[in-house]
């Protein structure tokens, strides 16, 4: 099993809404990223989660809050959003130990902010 | 500065008419190359891994090759289906396994 599930497939939210991206994964992982994808545009790194401790925020906006409550679970908190934040938000995952280094991606949601 | 260039950005081919995309990197500590497939709006698909010069990988009509300075991948008789963006990633190292993407390459196969 190589699944990476993300929910929901598709968000529309307003500028003042707060939701949350989930992302599910029971591999074992002990690495988790969220990466935003923009049409056209390669995947960049948002944040990764070591052992289910934040590692790495690339100067996100503190709109944009990532939470990591066990293993196998990862959440984007989304508050205040801008127009221009509208992207395929795209969750990974990947084993920190073993041969394998290669990292899983789930299929993302489409998210739209009016 | 590490990078990752992929070329070209936008491939046209017949219906088995084979052909190779080409990725090339500039990373320091190199501890893998991935490719990926990506369908417009999905998550990218993962293809191969390549860790050392001279390794090989073959899925179907796909063959990953790696250098010491860059990965091709071949696609022999390619087929409609094939269709996709194809991505080039390095994992520069580090505990986290942080990848550097490269901007893809679109294949577009017509029967």
């Known amino acids: 099993d190589t699944e990476v599930t993300q929910t929901p497939k598709h968000l529309v939210m307003g500028m003042t809404n707060k939701k949350s991206l989930k992302c599910e994964q029971h591999m074992g992982h002990r690495a988790m990223y969220w990466y935003k994808q923009k049409a056209k545009k390669p995947p960049e790194l948002m944040f990764v989660y070591s052992y289910e401790k934040l590692s790495i925020n690339e100067s996100v906006p503190s709109r944009f809050s990532p939470e990591c409550p066990n293993s196998s679970l990862l959440n984007l908190h989304l508050h205040a959003l801008q127009p221009e934040d509208s992207a395929l938000y795209l969750c990974?995952?990947?084993?920190?130990?073993?041969?394998?280094?290669?990292?899983?991606f789930g299929q993302g949601t489409r998210l739209t902010v009016v | 500065e590490d990078q990752v260039t992929q070329s070209p950005e936008a491939l046209r081919l017949q219906e088995g008419e084979s052909s190779s995309l080409n990725c090339s990197y500039t990373?320091?500590?190199?501890?893998?190359l991935f490719w990926y497939r990506q369908d417009p709006g999905k998550g990218p698909e993962f293809l191969f891994t390549?860790?050392?010069a001279g390794e090989e990988k073959e899925k179907e009509r796909l063959k990953a090759t790696l250098t010491k300075k860059e990965s091709f991948l071949h696609i022999t008789a390619p087929k409609p289906e094939d269709s996709a963006t194809y991505l080039c990633a390095v994992n520069y190292g580090g505990s986290q396994g942080n990848l550097i993407f490269g901007k893809g390459t679109k294949l577009s196969v017509k029967p």
């Open positions: 390549l860790y050392s």
């Open positions: 990373v320091s500590g190199l501890r893998g």
């Open positions: 990974a995952s990947r084993p920190l130990q073993g041969l394998s280094t290669e990292a899983f």
